[in-house]
């Protein structure tokens, strides 16, 4: 059991974390007739319900030392230890955060470590990401008992997997996202245990959706107080402004998806690309590329989605603007390609969607060699 921040009792400062601590522990442990010792609920406000209680299981346990009034609990006191003591084996570690109601279970220290051994060692992210986000979890785990690990799909996400999320989940196509580069975790409280005010347990998920429906503000302190660690030094990390549960390594106002991704497939693939404009409305990256053409001109190929399926935008107008050198054909015989000649055929333009296709694929596999772009 967390000791108190400050003494619980009549005249006492009586803080809802400090009152709802004791209401848990009084809820939690039986008196003599096997009741609880706590009728009420566990809300966080003292009265007399409270109180009651309090002089109950100080006439059974003993109250606090003199000369601390009857009914007061000091933190660390005579009746906090007794509290504590008395708790069940699997309800000993009550915990609260401050300024909230909501009692939760603290974890052994043996989940925190586990949980971060799995993502200091995860070969799909990047390796100074993920020691720093392991160093997050174990400094979580000993501020608050809370344990972080990430979704069942939170880490390193290939493009196919991106490109089978959808907006609203996510607006990042293939190869926009941070999580298709190991630089981005979804990292949640899966396992969280706490208490309804009736005290019976509930087991949340890595979204705490059951906190969410309960309490919202409860939920919001812990995203607040796992944030409060990972957004300073020495972890440093960056959150996004609406999705909660995401971290990553760069800060996203000073990243351009679009302009990295271009980088990087002109870095990994064999064409030069470009972002061609963004659409607002559609929260979209058109792209271009000079298709490894002779004129150096870039032309408009489409959206990362249209590009990874296959479907890129590009005419045989744009081809041939391009430059674009048709490939010798396969088992011909060996020498210089020849350059693309009007007209542009319907099998051209296939061969152009493979091969931007395959840029895209190549940047999949070169996943870390990726960098930031501004
Ligand atoms: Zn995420």
Not at 181 to 202: M, P, S
Request: hydrophobic share 40%; with cysteine.
């Amino acid at each position: 059991m967390q000791t108190l921040a400050q003494a619980v009792g009549p005249g006492q400062s009586n803080a809802r974390h400090d009152v709802a601590l004791v209401q848990a522990a009084l809820k939690l442990i039986g008196g003599p007739q096997g009741r609880p010792y706590l009728g009420g609920r566990i809300d966080g406000g003292y009265g007399p319900i409270t109180e009651g209680a309090i002089g109950v299981f100080q006439a059974d346990h003993g109250g606090d030392a003199a000369p601390i009034a009857p009914l007061v609990i000091t933190p660390g006191g005579n009746t906090q230890t007794n509290l504590a003591r008395l708790l069940p084996a699997d309800r000993r570690d009550l915990r609260v955060l401050q300024g909230q109601r909501v009692v939760y279970l603290g974890r052994p220290t043996s989940d925190a470590n586990a949980a971060a051994q799995a993502i200091r060692v995860d070969p799909n992210l990047r390796p100074a990401f993920r020691a720093r986000v392991a160093d997050l979890v174990q400094a979580m785990h000993r501020a608050h008992g809370l344990v972080l690990s990430m979704t069942p799909n939170g880490g390193r996400r290939t493009f196919a997997e991106q490109a089978l999320i959808l907006p609203p989940r996510s607006y990042a196509g293939p190869g926009e996202s941070n999580h298709n580069y190991g630089n981005a975790v979804d990292l949640g409280f899966n396992g969280t245990v706490w208490l309804q005010q009736d005290g019976h347990v509930e087991t949340d998920n890595h979204w705490l959706s059951a906190l969410e429906r309960h309490e919202a503000p409860a939920a919001t302190a812990m995203w607040d107080a796992r944030d409060t660690i990972a957004l300073r030094a020495p972890i440093g990390l960056f959150r996004l402004r609406f999705e909660r549960i995401h971290l990553q390594e760069f800060d996203q106002a000073t990243t351009s998806s679009g302009r990295s991704l271009a980088a990087h497939l002109t870095a990994v693939g064999a064409w030069n690309w470009q972002t061609s404009r963004y659409d607002r409305a559609a929260r979209d990256w058109h792209y271009a590329c000079d298709l490894g053409g002779t004129t150096g001109a870039f032309v408009a190929v489409g959206t990362t989605n249209q590009i990874w399926a296959g479907n890129a935008t590009v005419t045989a107008a744009e081809i041939q603007s391009a430059g674009w050198v048709r490939p010798a054909p396969l088992g011909g015989p060996p020498g210089t390609p020849r350059a693309a000649t009007p007209p542009i055929t319907p099998a051209d333009v296939a061969a152009v969607r493979a091969s931007l296709q395959a840029d895209f694929q190549a940047a999949d596999r070169g996943w870390a060699r990726w960098a930031p772009v501004p």
